[in-house]
């Protein structure tokens, strides 16, 4: 047994359709590895339950785990509006989304967040940053303009498979080059308090001071 075995032992189960969602990602998507995954997804609807947030906002929808997780852990009148570029991905996601039993707590959406979250006109008070990772510091100015006060920002893949390291990246690997900015961005930026968890690939947790 592995301690990631052990971990996914002791704790809340994930439930009977994420499990089908994950396994069906596995089956009929490229980069599965994109999915939360149970460990992930469990600490996703932890953290709503502990903030309670009435907007959720998540830039990149993905296969749809994380938001269903996320909405799992909405208190009643609380709407996670997702976000996801690739309308490839739209007759996969949406089903699941619609089918779930959090359907109504959940806008899919399908185009840029960048352009279409400011025609929202709404204030959130926890954004998801999942999407491209040349654009998180775009994705991160535009939500913290957007984030309640005490509001947080959970971004993923914050330690990029452990190519933060690398002090110098590839030219054309603007993918660890956008982490690596957004990171240095974020831990000089006196606007909020900040913490790094180590988990899976890595999750920024940020609040808006």
């Known amino acids: 047994m592995t301690i990631d075995d052990y971990i996914l032992q002791h704790i809340d189960g994930e439930g009977d359709y994420l499990k089908a969602l994950y396994r069906d990602t596995h089956l009929k998507l490229l980069y599965p590895r ?16 502990m903030i309670r947030p009435r907007q959720i906002l998540e830039i990149g929808t993905y296969s749809g785990y994380s938001a269903l997780c996320m909405a799992e852990g909405l208190p009643d009148g609380g709407m996670l509006h997702t976000f996801e570029i690739n309308d490839e991905q739209e007759e996969f996601t949406r089903p699941w989304l619609e089918n779930s039993a959090y ?26 940053i999942d999407g491209d990772k040349r654009r998180y510091i775009d994705y991160y100015e535009m939500a ?10 959970i971004a993923d893949n914050t330690l990029w498979d452990g190519h933060v390291l690398e002090e110098h990246p ?4 603007l993918q660890t080059i956008g982490i690596k900015a ?5 831990a000089q930026d ?3 308090e900040k913490v790094i968890l180590p988990l899976r690939d890595g999750l920024t947790i940020i609040r808006k001071i």
Not at 106 to 120: R, S, T
Request: charged residues 25%; glycine residues 10%; positive net charge.
């Open 34 to 49: 994109m999915a939360s995954g149970h460990l992930q997804g469990r600490m996703l609807k932890m953290f709503v339950r």
């Open 103 to 128: 359907a109504d707590k959940i806008k899919f959406y399908i185009g840029d967040a960048l352009e279409l979250v400011p025609q929202l006109k709404l204030t959130f008070d926890l954004v998801f």
């Open 144 to 153: 913290l303009n957007r984030l309640s006060d005490g509001g947080y920002i």
């Open 170 to 173: 590839h030219t054309k690997d």
């Open 182 to 186: 957004f990171n240095e961005l974020v």
């Open 190 to 192: 006196g606007r909020v």
